[in-house]
């Protein structure tokens, strides 16, 4: 009997639960690239539809929105069945940002006849929170290819953070702007514009016009700097306290000392740290 038999559960909850968390399995694998490639269309199609298209190429790709919505809805539906505590599951931010990023697209499909309303307003500014569900990915050590370092993983993490802060800022701008701003046509001129002003260049050649726009950018601009930082110092933490030696200090306690240390860098005492060869 292979490994993979021995560890699948028989319980149909359970083996769907499991190949929705499994990283190892063939399944497991398969189900995590084709909702990691299906997320990167999702946003794609976002991004394609704030430019100028013909009405074809449009309508492909509301069909190809509410293809990958259904897929997103099937696999929503399906951690509430494969969950041990549903209530918890349902609540959990993960799974409330899977069921916001689709449901735009769900309710233009159930009322087709007030969908120019439903695509406008709030709804159409939950489009663009669909970035969110790579998170989701980034939950644990264990990938498709394999594990990672928890260095590795914290890196990815800030990473991601940055390129979320830029898209949902783009995204917001873009959405209360582009039909009073003449210089915001599509999601590259927002997306441009937030680079600019979160890096401090700030060109002035798009400014917000709106004062919803305006009140957009400071929130960008106080996201960057607060969350940003936030992620990095957990970095920092975590590689310095890699290097730490768990030596304790006899005269006022202090734990975690640097390897080459001969004294407590608190009180000076004298500390000792002893380490066993690897003969």
Same mark, same amino acid.
């Given at each position: ?19 929705? @968390? ?28 704030? *430019?100028?298209?013909?009405p074809?190429? +449009?309508?492909?790709?509301?069909? @190809?929105?509410?293809?990958?919505? %259904?897929? /997103?809805?099937? =696999? *929503? ?7 041990r505590?549903? $209530?918890? =599951?349902?609540?959990? !931010? ?27 307003? /709030?709804? +159409?500014?939950l ?9 989701? #990915?980034?939950?644990?050590? =264990?990938?498709? #290819? ?13 990473? @991601? ?6 898209? $949902?800022?783009?995204g917001? #701008? ?16 927002? #997306? ?13 050649d798009?400014? !917000?016009?709106?004062?919803? %726009? ?10 960057a700097?607060i ?5 990095a ?7 310095t306290?890699?290097d ?5 200090? !006899?005269?006022? %306690?202090?734990?975690?000392?640097? !390897? ?7 009180? %000076? ?9 690897? =003969?």
């Open positions: 009997m292979s490994s993979e038999s021995a560890r699948v559960p028989d319980d149909a909850r359970e083996r769907v639960r499991f190949y929705l @968390l499994d990283h190892r399995t063939p399944l497991g694998k398969a189900i995590d690239i084709g909702l990691l490639a299906l997320n990167l269309v999702f946003i794609a199609v976002f991004v394609a539809q704030t *430019y100028p298209l013909d074809a190429t +449009r309508a492909r790709l509301w069909d @190809l929105e509410v293809v990958i919505a %259904g897929v /997103f809805v099937v =696999e *929503y539906v399906l951690r509430l069945y494969g969950a505590d549903r $209530l918890s =599951e349902a609540t959990d !931010p993960y799974t409330v940002v899977d069921l916001l990023s689709v449901l735009p697209t769900v309710l233009v499909i159930l009322y087709p006849a007030p969908a120019v309303v439903l695509n406008v307003g /709030f709804l +159409r500014v489009r663009v929170i669909r970035v969110l569900r790579f998170y989701r #990915f980034t939950r644990d050590e =264990e990938f498709f #290819f394999g594990s990672v370092s928890g260095g590795a993983l914290r890196a990815t993490k800030l990473l @991601l953070t940055v390129l979320v802060v830029l898209f $949902l800022s783009a917001l #701008f873009y959405t209360v702007e582009h039909r009073a701003n003449p210089n915001v046509e599509h999601f590259g001129d927002a #997306f441009y514009y937030v680079v600019v002003t979160l890096s401090t260049v700030g060109f002035g798009i400014i !917000p016009v709106t004062r919803a %726009g305006r009140w957009v950018t400071v929130t960008s601009v106080l996201a700097i969350v940003i930082p936030w992620q110092s957990k970095i920092v933490r975590a590689w306290s890699d730490k030696v768990p030596t304790t200090c !006899p005269d006022c %306690g202090l734990t975690g000392h640097d !390897p080459d240390a001969s004294h407590c860098k608190a009180c %000076g005492h004298v500390i000792y740290q002893e380490y066993e060869s690897d =003969e």
